[in-house]
């Protein structure tokens, strides 16, 4: 039974979340990659990418996502006995929630490090004004 939790009259507006679920469900495993949680509001996500230069690297983020790709450009004055090392070209997404912000990325050793930080919670409360349908004229009250 595929049944969606989304589809709860409580929950609305959240169909795009559900879109998100199943688009990550279909993630490629490469590159590796570790996320930690570095202090109270930040978090660093680390990809594995061996034999990758700078250049060959794009970290964007794109509607909510923060986007890495890699794509390293053959070089035809190669010949290869044996070619046991890949250099494939990649794409690698992370769902941001509202208002992470990226810092900043570095590549050092192969490893691509790209520092997020996210928003402290802030509670707002919002008071909607209540407009009455009712008309009033002198002391006497007209329904319409």
């Given at each position: ?18 879109k998100l ?41 794109e509607?909510?996502?923060l ?15 044996h ?36 928003p ?25």
């Amino acid at each position: 039974m595929n049944r969606s939790f989304f589809n709860s009259p409580f929950l609305l507006g959240f169909e795009h979340i559900e879109k998100l679920l199943e688009r990550t469900q279909k993630a490629d495993s490469y590159p590796p990659y570790n996320i930690e949680h570095t202090a109270e509001n930040r978090l660093k996500i680390t990809l594995a990418v061996a034999g990758f230069r700078a250049e060959d690297l794009a970290v964007s983020v794109e509607d909510n996502q923060l986007v890495i790709r890699g794509r390293i450009g053959e070089s035809a004055d190669k010949t290869f006995l044996h070619r046991g090392i890949a250099s494939r070209q990649f794409q690698r997404s992370f769902v941001l929630a509202e208002g992470i912000d990226v810092i900043g990325a570095e590549l050092r050793h192969g490893l691509l490090t790209i520092e997020l930080e996210r928003p402290r919670p802030q509670s707002v409360v919002r008071t909607i004004p209540i407009r009455s349908a009712e008309v009033h004229t002198g002391n006497a009250i007209n329904r319409t």
